[in-house]
């Protein structure tokens, strides 16, 4: 069974820079697509960016364009979010996603790692 193991998540002040990792781990991964999403307390889930799995192609907010970069390792089954010029709304919990191959939509969840960014 495939999961998605996130890791990265802490504390920074504003202006600062954090980079989450999420890893597929399991017998088999295939995947159209992994994305990065957050949650605020009170707030709906938003989409952050994402990257085509097999072109690399990379899509984003634009809340986060020209400060997050959405990156993957094949080799490791692994998709990192770098995170630079930090503010206090992006204070999150940040999910990892796998469209994998053959579903409609994002269908395999990370746990969650939470960012607090402080003014």
């Known amino acids: 069974q495939v999961r998605l193991v996130e890791s990265g998540g802490g504390s920074v002040q504003a202006g600062g820079s954090l980079r989450l990792s999420c890893a597929a781990s399991?017998?088999?991964?295939?995947?159209?697509?992994m994305g990065w999403f957050r949650q605020a307390p009170g707030k709906e889930r938003e989409f952050v960016g994402s990257i085509r799995w097999s072109g690399g192609n990379t899509y984003y907010a634009d809340s986060v364009k020209g400060r997050f970069t959405v990156s993957r390792e094949l080799a490791k089954y692994t998709v990192y979010l770098q995170m630079n010029s930090l503010r206090p709304d992006d204070s999150a919990t940040y999910y990892c996603a796998a469209h994998q191959t053959g579903a409609s939509e994002y269908n395999l969840w990370g746990q969650g790692t939470q960012v607090t960014v402080s003014s």
């Open positions: 399991g017998r088999t991964f295939s995947a159209y697509a």
